[in-house]
């Protein structure tokens, strides 16, 4: 079976340091991925997807950036972190095509102090 | 652009009934998919059911029902049953072959005892 993970699950860091969070799947390859942001009480914003490896397209405009350096291996970075980039961040996953279901890691809390 | 609403940010049901989360979407296109996902206070974001626009029929799995009605762009979600478990953010989603998941701005649900 697959299985997506997310780590660190907590992260607190002080405006302007760096940020690298990562996701990995196993079980499956060549799957799409997937970022996401949460604000506090509020659905879920598409950040960043990718169908291959170093193949990524950027949703928003941001201070983030995302790289695919393996195929299972899906990590989101800034090189300067802002006060709004607080928030949860969750990882996805899907198959190659189109319109499956997207199944989700157990995301990271990001606070920005 | 694909929107989806959900227009009740809260709602609350007693243990052992039903209750009823509604959505509407709004899209130009004929094949998509509609999904419901749950987010308990872990805050990972749980797979409930998905539909296929293509199908008529309405999906089921156990407790949770749907009620889509393709012309009417409507897709609420029916638990039956209710159980204390179930308390959680419930969000709508739909996805085109475009590879992007619209999310609603979620419901509330808050079951008791």
Redesign the interface.
Known sequence: SQTIHQWPATLVQPVGSPLSLECTVEGTSNPNLYWYRQAAGRGLQLLFYSVGIGQISSEVPQNLSASRPQDRQFILSSKKLLLSDSGFYLCAWSRGYSTDTQYFGPGTRLTVL | AQTVTQSQPEMSVQEAETVTLSCTYDTSEN???L?W?KQPP??????VI?QEAYKQQNATENRFSVNFQKAAKSFSLKISDSQLGDTAMY?CAF???????T????TRLMVKP
């Open positions: 094949n998509y998919y999904f996902y872990s805050r990972q974001m749980i797979l998905r969000f996805r085109s072959a475009g590879n992007m998941l999310f609603g701005g979620g």
